[in-house]
């Protein structure tokens, strides 16, 4: 049985191609500019750059976050191009996921010799 996520996997399959068409090596917004490409080529419904408003005790503030993508109006992607990602990098996919009230993240890294993915899904540990 194959329980992987299609979506998710789709979108790990688009940025794979990204990775092996540039390699490592290149700034932040030029995988994403390259990724958004591919998404579309693929049919992967996505917006780019969301403002995630954050709020306390039911009032927005001032501050907000913003995703790179949401994909199928589900997933929330963050980018990265840097030698290895770190526990502050899911951490902030994390309160994405938690002021989207979304359940499943991606956290891509480029920067690596392989692209390097993390998929995070709240209320679920591995």
Request: negative net charge; glycine residues 8%.
């Amino acid at each position: 049985m194959d329980i992987r996520d299609p979506q998710t996997h789709a979108i790990i399959g688009a940025a794979m191609t990204v990775h092996s068409e540039l390699g490592p090596g290149f700034l932040e917004s030029v995988y994403h500019q390259a990724l958004a490409i591919e998404m579309a080529l693929l049919g992967i419904p996505f917006e780019r750059e969301v403002m995630l408003p954050v709020f306390y005790k039911g009032q927005r503030l001032d501050a907000f976050f913003r995703a790179d993508f949401i994909c199928y109006g589900e997933v929330v992607v963050k980018l990265k191009a840097i030698s290895n990602t770190t526990k502050a990098d899911e951490a902030q996919l994390l309160h994405y996921l938690k002021t989207t009230d979304l359940q499943r993240g991606l956290l891509l890294n480029f920067g690596a010799k392989s692209l390097q993915y993390h998929r995070k899904v709240l209320g679920y540990e591995e």
